[in-house]
């Protein structure tokens, strides 16, 4: 494991900008069936985007795919703040 001051190895910048080149240019990703907690639809992109979004930003690179899923998130929220299941709101707080 590397920490945030070490540079990332080869093969972790190239899982990311793979993972980068899977955004949807409004700033989400879709989530391939369904996520450990069975979410689907909706929650299922907010979870997958706040996992790859989290990814991001340990990695340190690709700012503004990292700003366009952070955007997303921002307008995903219901009327009270929230996005929907209990998971995909925690991965989006954090």
Known sequence: MYSRRDNPPAKGISALN????????????????????????????????????????????????????????TRARDGYGSWGATQATVLALK
């Open 18 to 73: 793979r993972l980068v080149l899977l955004q949807h240019t409004d700033g989400y990703w879709d989530g391939k069936d369904h996520s450990i907690t069975y979410s689907t639809g909706a929650n299922l992109r907010v979870e997958t985007t706040a996992f790859a979004l989290l990814a991001i930003l340990a990695g340190g690179q690709h700012r503004p795919p990292a700003y366009k899923a952070a955007q997303w998130l």
